[in-house]
Every structure is written in structure tokens, then in C-alpha cells.
């Protein structure tokens, strides 16, 4: 008989599983998983020998396997490539934040959204990422903490893939990781990432978890950002930010706006004074990313001029942009620098 894997199980699914054990063993057994960084039952110290060698028989807990573990050298990223029973794997990155540890993970295996500045879709999309195994991308980092006696503080969703269109899957992971046996994680201190997909926004709304959106714009007009963003041509700009309004005036929650600065396609004056324009007046963040290397595209790192001459012009124009501080691009685990399968292909 195969042996079955309890992580990823909701503590309801977990008392079903192990319905011949008194109810607290479910509880007790769900925190040692999810809170307390088990990865077998021989860690489960205050379990009886004779229950731990009982329940190995039948099964095991398996977050994700690690494959492949880089540091940069500051000391601050550490992106992890985690694979699943499949063979399937994903890359995780660790940033060593000034106010606290977020973890950035992936939702689906590749992205079949095709943006041109991103190394994530260059396979296409192989498969959706399932809840448990969303969670074990964060907990497996929060176990790797938990050994240097910290914790994840925040989640990003921006990773390998689209999360919503993910969407089930991704929802079911966000309400397991908020439930007080997992990590109880505040909807607050997660941001989901999204190339625009309209009509899931919306679906977003309706879920009433007011977690941070982040929406992908990197483009001012339409004919531009259909240039570089496939999916402009089901949702348009306008589309976009008019869903961002209804996130922000349902949610209360400031929306994000990613702009990655591409050298002589984005960043020009001109650009930023149409950006200006169309978020006006609107409960916005803007954050601007300097493109990150990827070797098969062939956009150009913009000025540290431009850059600067293009923060200060949406500062000065009434719109609150930041720079994005850069983390691990010298490991490929920045934004758009992520890939599904292997650290050799890099
Ligand atoms: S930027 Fe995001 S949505 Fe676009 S291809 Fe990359 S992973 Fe997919």
C-alpha cells in the first residue's frame, strides 16, 4: 500500500484521515506540521513511540523536495528550486527584508501568458500549481526559518505564473495559510500579482479577502502594452484599471501598479506623463522595477538617469511611485528572471 501525505490536509480532513485517534491528535499533529517544522513523525515528540511508528506505516509529510538552494552574496535572497511528487518544480525566493522575511512563490508550473520581458513563459504553462502544494512552498521556507528562529512575515504572489488563473486552487491555498493551525497569516501581509485578467479581479472581489493587488501595467497606452503583454488584447488598459478601482473602493486596500522599466520602450518622459494621466486621482501605488536581465529577450536595463528622471516626474505629478529595491538578480530570482525547471538552464 502506498503511503499517503499529510501535508497540505485541512485540519477537518486531517480528524477524517485519522478518525481512529482520539480528535486533539489531528490538532497536535497539524501543528507540528504547519507551525513547528516537522518533516516526519519521529519529530513529533510528544506523540508515543508506538502512535509514531504506527502512523509512518501509513503515511508521511513531505512539503516540497529541495533540488536546488542559491544564495546571493549579500546574504539577503536565497531562491530555493522545490519539486513536487511529479517531478514537477517550481523556484521559491526568501527575501531578507528590514521589516521582516516574504517569500515570493509560484502558482502554476511555466505561464502561458507570454509577457515578453519574462523568462517564466518561455516553456509555456505544464501545469497549475495545487493548494497544498502552494503551501509548501511557504512553509518549507518557514521551516528553513524556523531554524535560524525566524519566521515568513509576508507572502508575495509573484512568482512563476498567472495566479488567477489559478484561481480555485489559489483561493483554497490563501484560506488554508489564514487559518490559525497553518501560519495564520493575515490577509493584510499577502500580495497577489496579476497580469490583468479582468473578469478573475472581479471574482477576487467577491471572495472578500482583502489581501493586496497588484496589477502588472508596464505599459501607458494600449498599442504599447499589446506589444509586450499578450493579454492587453483581451483586457485593455482601461479595462484594468477600471477592475483596480473596484478592488480598491470594495477591498479599502491601495492597489499596486508594477511598471518594469524597459530602456527605450518604457521610459521616457512621454511615458511617464501618460502614466501620470491615467492614474490619476486614483488609490494607487506605483512601483517601478528596472528590467532584470533575461539572456533569450533582449530588452535593454534602463538609465540610472531615466529611472530617476521617471520616479520624479510621477512623484511630481501626483503619483505616489517608488523604486523597487532589487533583490537577488545576481542569482536570477528577480522579477521576471524566474523559471520552472532547472537553475542549468540559467
Ligand atoms: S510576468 Fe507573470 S503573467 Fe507575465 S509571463 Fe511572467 S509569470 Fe506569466
Redesign the pocket.
Same mark, same amino acid.
Given at each position: 500500500m502506498s503511503k499517503k501525505n499529510l501535508f497540505g490536509l485541512t485540519l477537518s480532513e486531517l480528524e477524517t484521515e485519522l478518525s481512529d485517534l482520539p480528535k486533539f491528535r489531528a490538532k497536535q499533529i497539524a501543528a507540528w506540521i504547519y507551525q513547528r517544522g516537522a518533516e516526519s513523525f519521529d519529530e513529533m515528540t510528544d506523540l508515543s513511540k508506538n502512535l509514531r511508528e504506527k502512523l509512518s506505516e501509513k503515511y508521511f509529510v513531505q512539503t516540497a523536495r529541495l533540488v536546488t538552494q542559491l544564495d546571493s552574496s549579500d546574504g539577503l535572497t536565497t531562491k530555493f528550486l522545490l519539486a513536487f511528487s511529479d517531478g514537477a518544480a517550481v523556484e521559491t525566493v526568501l527575501m531578507r527584508h528590514d521589516y521582516g522575511n516574504s517569500v515570493c512563490i509560484s502558482t502554476q508550473v511555466g *505561464?502561458a #501568458? &507570454? *509577457?515578453k520581458f *519574462?523568462a /517564466? !513563459?518561455l516553456k509555456g504553462l505544464e501545469r497549475d500549481l495545487k493548494p497544498a502544494e502552494m503551501l509548501g512552498e511557504i512553509i518549507f521556507v518557514n521551516n528553513f526559518l524556523l531554524k535560524q528562529n525566524q519566521k515568513v512575515d509576508n507572502l508575495v504572489i509573484m512568482g !512563476? &505564473?498567472?495566479p488567477l488563473m489559478n484561481f480555485d486552487n489559489l483561493i483554497k491555498f490563501l484560506r488554508l495559510l489564514h487559518e490559525n493551525y497553518t501560519l495564520g497569516m493575515s490577509y493584510r501581509k499577502i500580495t497577489v /500579482?496579476t *497580469?490583468g485578467i479582468v473578469p478573475a479581479i472581479k471574482k477576487l472581489i467577491a471572495e472578500k479577502i482583502p489581501v493586496t493587488l497588484s496589477i /502588472?501595467l508596464h505599459a501607458p497606452n494600449n498599442k504599447l502594452r499589446s506589444a509586450i #503583454?499578450p493579454i492587453n488584447s483581451a483586457f485593455s488598459i482601461e479595462q484594468v484599471i477600471k477592475a483596480g478601482d473596484e478592488y480598491a473602493e470594495e477591498t479599502g486596500r491601495r492597489v499596486t501598479y508594477e511598471y518594469t522599466l524597459l530602456g527605450g520602450v518604457n521610459d521616457t518622459e512621454e511615458h511617464a506623463r501618460q502614466l501620470s494621466k491615467i492614474l490619476s486621482g486614483k488609490s494607487a501605488n506605483v512601483n517601478l522595477i528596472p528590467v532584470n536581465p533575461v539572456d533569450e529577450r533582449n530588452f535593454q536595463r534602463p538609465t540610472n538617469n531615466s529611472v530617476k528622471k521617471f520616479f520624479h516626474f510621477l512623484n511630481t505629478h501626483g503619483i505616489n511611485a517608488v523604486i523597487r529595491k532589487e533583490f537577488g538578480t545576481e542569482i536570477n530570482a528577480a522579477c &521576471?528572471q524566474l523559471r520552472n525547471k532547472n537553475f542549468s538552464i540559467d
Open positions: *505561464c #501568458m &507570454g *509577457c *519574462c /517564466s !513563459t !512563476t &505564473g498567472e /500579482s *497580469c /502588472s #503583454m &521576471g
